[in-house]
Antibody, heavy 117, light 107 residues
Framework: QVQLVQSGAEVKKPGASVKVSCKAS????????ISWVRQAPGQGLEWMGW????????NYAQKLQGRVTMTTDTSTSTAYMELRSLRSDDTAVYYC??????????WGQGTLVTVSS | DIQMTQSPSSLSASVGDRVTITCQAS??????LNWYQQKPGKAPKLLIY???NLETGVPSRFSGSGSGTDFTFTISSLQPEDIATYYC?????????FGPGTKVDIK
């Protein structure tokens, strides 16, 4: 069965970076893209960007351009999302999701990133 | 960027009621509109894709319709397990936007 398993919770200071992983199993990793979506406490869903697991092409939300990098390691079927220059308003649960067509059919369990001094 | 509005922002209904949520896009998105259900503390779950297609395994009481800028999501007979927040999501030109969500609870 398809599974996306994310890395554990992180606590970071303002200005630091965080890198969240998302390990895929149960399907051919390179046949689908991965998107990252975050959700601040009590707020809605915010799309962060997308990466093709086939060729590494990316597209990021304009708001995060320059601070976010998405990568994949096809040898381990793992996707990564790195966010730099963290601010308090980056505190959120970060989700990875498999992209089928342009809908997100499987989701990771979420990773809480807390930014606090 | 395309903006999405959803209404209502919240609603209360009785078990067995028909529930309707609308989603409007700021410009034509054809049928690139999906619906998700999110329960507290859980990841979102895909219910409807491409405006009207029911995801495999999703109960048939959920349905979607619309194209262009105006879309509708319906629960034909609300069940206690449907208590959740529902989000629409659009795709256009490699960019994705979610609606602000509609919180559904039982009256």
């Amino acid at each position: 069965q398809v599974q996306l398993v994310q890395s554990g919770a992180e606590v970071k200071k303002p200005g630091a970076s965080v890198k969240v992983s998302c390990k895929a199993s149960g399907y051919t990793f390179t046949s689908y893209g991965i998107s990252w979506v975050r959700q601040a406490p009590g707020q809605g869903l915010e799309w962060m960007g997308w990466i093709s697991a086939y060729n590494g092409n990316t597209n990021y939300a304009q708001k995060l351009q320059g601070r976010v990098t998405m990568t994949t390691d096809t040898s381990t079927s793992t996707a990564y999302m790195e966010l730099r220059s963290l601010r308090s308003d980056d505190t959120a649960v970060y989700y990875c999701a498999r992209v089928r067509g342009w809908h997100f059919d499987y989701w990771g369990q979420g990773t809480l990133v807390t930014v606090s001094s | 960027d395309i903006q999405m509005t959803q209404s209502p922002s919240s609603l209360s209904a009785s078990v067995g009621d028909r529930v309707t949520i609308t989603c409007q896009a700021s410009q034509d998105i054809s049928n690139y509109l999906n619906w998700y259900q999110q329960k507290p503390g859980k990841a979102p779950k895909l219910l409807i894709y491409d405006a009207s297609n029911l995801e495999t395994g999703v109960p048939s009481r959920f349905s979607g319709s619309g194209s262009g800028t105006d879309f509708t999501f319906t629960i034909s007979s609300l069940q206690p397990e449907d208590i959740a927040t529902y989000y629409c999501q659009q795709y256009d030109n490699l960019l994705v936007t979610f609606g602000p969500g509609t919180k559904v609870d039982i009256k």
